[in-house]
């Protein structure tokens, strides 16, 4: 019967493909590059700022960091999914809208092979596409234009399989093998006053990529009740292979021409990062992250937008009132909160998008091993200097499921 909860997990995981493949972000910028890059980690470190290389769990699964999984308990697993819900408004000087966006945020299964090596395996996306604009642009010897619509859907998810392995009392290093893999539709709709009918091109990229990251995670005691973990994350620079198969239309969706094949490149930048965090008496826990990631190694052929290189800061906080048995449920709720500043990758006409916010969250145990965890976060996306770019307002709300259970253990009584 314990084999039931693996194999259960096992099938959500595959039906789950098609349900991650679609679109879960409104994000104008989206259209750049490979689409709007979503964040990492589950329901701790996501109320908590995003802060998370330096966090370690046995009743918590932390995909920052593949270190980290070198804290499940042996001879047991843990299951975690989690649900994100974002709301935006989007404005600029002229004119605002409002989106709402939902999908499921993550799958993933934490266990051990042995005391010294431990694994967790999942799907979570990577990045979002989902920007629908419109816009104009001129008929070159005329003084005529077009009416364009450019709506974009698709993304890229991640298959992972990460390994933990203890080298020695307290030291950890980690592999995650990610397997990218995904689909990007962009539509341009063309339509003019100077012509009949309309002319529509669809572009379709196909993705796939094994990407390697790597981390490494170590823990001291400084007396009796503070407990300190430093640790590192690292990725190296590596190229995506875009497969492009476009379609044109044109008057009443007739076919003008169809599997126009080519292909390009897109680079995932090389990127670091270091964390530490400090728990004292079991009770309180305060963690902080840096992250650099060396966009600059990608090359944009937009007019207009460059990729630039990006800093991330991360600080998040965690109290737990108790830690007695007999304590009342209350005191046995975890509170959390943090916040974050990020600068983007993404700068347009030589502005860069910079993102910040504030999060908090409660961590509420059910029965047996089930716990329930909730994230709010609020936050804007604007330029960093004044000008007509968009900026998006927003707020996003996480539902996080963590089941921990024993496996292959045999139970006395049937």
């Known amino acids: 019967m314990k084999l039931i909860t693996p194999v259960l997990f096992l099938s959500l995981l595959l039906n789950s493909v098609v349900v991650f493949s679609q679109t879960n972000t409104s994000y104008p910028y989206s259209i750049y590059g490979i689409g709007d890059i979503k964040p990492a980690g589950t329901g701790q470190s996501r109320a908590m700022g995003g802060a998370g290389i330096a966090l370690a769990s046995n009743l918590a699964i932390n995909n920052i960091n593949p270190a980290s999984y070198h804290a499940f308990d042996s001879l047991s697993f843990m299951l975690n999914a989690g649900l994100d819900m974002k709301f935006s408004k989007y404005y600029d000087q002229?004119?605002?809208?409002?989106?709402?966006?939902?999908?499921?945020g993550y799958f993933s299964l934490g266990f051990r092979f042995t005391k010294w090596w431990a694994n967790c395996i999942g799907i979570a996306p990577y990045s979002s596409v989902g920007d629908n604009i419109n816009t104009t642009k001129a008929i070159e010897g005329t003084s005529n234009s077009f009416n364009v619509n450019l709506q974009g859907?698709?993304?890229?998810?991640?298959?992972?399989?990460?390994?933990?392995?203890?080298?020695?009392?307290?030291?950890?290093?980690?592999?995650?093998?990610?397997?990218?893999l995904g689909r990007i539709k962009q539509t341009q709709d063309l339509t003019s006053n100077y012509f009949s009918g309309t002319?529509?091109?669809?572009?379709?990229?196909?993705v796939s990529k094994i990407y390697l990251s790597y981390g490494l995670q170590y823990a001291f005691d400084l007396g009796k009740k503070m407990k300190w973990t430093v640790g590192a994350i690292y990725?190296?620079?590596?190229?995506?292979?875009?497969?492009?198969?476009?379609?044109?239309?044109?008057?009443?969706?007739?076919?003008?021409?169809?599997n126009v094949l080519n292909t390009s490149t897109f680079t995932l930048p090389q990127y670091y990062g270091v964390g530490a965090s400090v728990k004292l008496a079991d009770k309180l826990l305060v963690t902080a992250d840096y992250r650099f990631y060396q966009w600059s190694q990608a090359v944009s052929t937009t007019p207009g937008v460059k990729y630039v290189n990006s800093t991330n800061y991360y600080l998040g906080a965690e109290w737990l009132p108790s830690t007695s048995f007999r304590s009342p449920y209350i005191a046995k709720i975890k509170y959390r909160a943090g916040g974050y500043l990020n600068n983007s990758y993404l700068q347009l006409s030589g502005n860069q998008i910079q993102d910040m916010g504030l999060s908090a969250g409660l961590c509420f145990p059910l029965i047996n091993h089930l716990s329930l965890s909730v994230a709010y976060s609020i936050g804007q996306r604007s330029s960093v200097k004044s000008s007509g770019l968009?900026?998006?307002?927003?707020?996003?709300?996480?539902?996080?499921?963590?089941?921990g259970d024993l496996w292959f253990i045999k139970p006395k009584f049937n």
Do not use: C, P, R
């Open 153 to 180: 859907t698709g993304g890229l998810n991640q298959y992972y399989w990460g390994n933990s392995f203890t080298l020695f009392k307290n030291f950890s290093i980690g592999v995650n093998a990610a397997y990218l």
């Open 235 to 258: 990725g190296a620079k590596s190229n995506l292979l875009l497969s492009h198969q476009m379609i044109i239309l044109g008057n009443a969706a007739d076919t003008l021409e169809s």
């Open 390 to 403: 968009i900026s998006e307002n927003y707020q996003t709300l996480l539902f996080d499921i963590t089941l």
């Open 199 to 206: 002319l529509e091109t669809q572009d379709e990229v196909t």
């Open 94 to 104: 002229y004119q605002s809208q409002k989106n709402t966006t939902a999908g499921i």
